[in-house]
Each structure stands twice: as structure tokens, then as C-alpha cells.
């Protein structure tokens, strides 16, 4: 597999880039940055729910539902609306 100048630029810019292929992985990585919570098991017990939660979302395997949504809105008072683009950008 070959990749173009470009591609490398974007992955090399990307704190996470394998996080763009998954709408949750991205959420949960912008959650972290702007709660300066350390990792995913601080992240779990601020949301009030179980770390395979949080690592099922990050892997894809677990969507990221209307519940978890409001979870988050209501956990760091941030607007659906914004919470909605963050899973569209990815």
C-alpha cells in the first residue's frame, strides 16, 4: 500500500487519526481534550457508565445512541447541536 503526500500530511497532523473513520472515537476524543479527563476510564466514570461502553464506542463495535447523547450534553453542558457535528465531521 503506497500513500500519497497528502494522506501522510493529514495522519501526521491528527492526534488520533484512526479516530476519523469512527463518528464515537472522535466524540470521546474531543470529550477528553476539553474536560482534561486522562483517559477513557475517568471519561466512563464522569458519564456514569461502564468502561466497555466507553471501548465498544471507541472501536466502532457500539454506536453512539440518542441516550448516550443527552448523557453527554447533561455530563458537560454541551449543546446537542455540537455534539451532533463532532460525530458528523468524523
Known sequence: MTFDESSVHMMAGSADWH?????????????????????DARLARALRVSPPVISKIRSGKLGVS????????????????????????A
Do not use: M, Q
Not at 463518528?23 to 486522562?38: E, I, N, T, V
Open 66 to 89: 440518542d441516550s448516550f447523547i443527552l448523557r453527554v450534553h447533561e455530563t458537560f453542558d454541551l449543546p446537542v447541536r455540537e455534539i451532533r457535528a463532532i460525530l458528523a465531521r
Open 19 to 39: 479516530a476519523a473513520a469512527r463518528p464515537g472515537a472522535a466524540l470521546l476524543d474531543s470529550l477528553l481534550r476539553s474536560s482534561g479527563l486522562k483517559n
